[in-house]
């Protein structure tokens, strides 16, 4: 089993920038494709950005193309969200998540963490 812990959140003004971790506890953190996820007030949960197992793959919602870098340690068992030029839409609730395969598909992903908030005044 994994379990997942989020942190970095927190109020950044539009156009700043914030780095999210998900630090994954357990041995078996570099067996696992990684994904950020984002849910916002009264909307559905959305796929922001996803890894592979080694890292030398990434995938990312065109909503964030550009502006977010995710990446991990395996050596540190983290993943890491860079999200660059934020905007209000970019207010959600983020969570990371791990599962056997990277992919966008949140239902895919077996394990999930709390959560961080991340809020973009205008």
């Known amino acids: 089993q994994v379990q997942l812990a989020e942190s970095g959140g927190g109020l950044v003004q539009a156009g700043g920038s914030l780095r999210l971790s998900c630090a994954a506890s357990?041995?078996?953190?570099?067996?696992?494709?990684m994904g950020w996820f984002r849910q916002a007030p009264g909307k559905e949960r959305e796929f922001v950005a996803t890894?592979?197992?080694?890292?030398?793959?990434?995938s990312y919602a065109d909503s964030v193309k550009g502006r977010f870098i995710i990446s991990r340690e395996n050596a540190k068992n983290t993943m890491y969200l860079q999200m660059n030029s934020l905007t209000p839409d970019d207010t959600a609730v983020y969570y990371c998540?791990?599962?056997?395969?990277?992919?966008?598909?949140?239902?895919?992903?077996?394990?999930w963490g709390q959560g961080t908030q991340v809020t973009v005044s205008a």
């Open positions: 357990g041995r078996t953190f570099s067996s696992y494709a």
């Open positions: 890894i592979t197992w080694s890292g030398d793959s990434t």
């Open positions: 998540a791990a599962g056997l395969l990277p992919t966008a598909q949140a239902q895919r992903y077996s394990y």
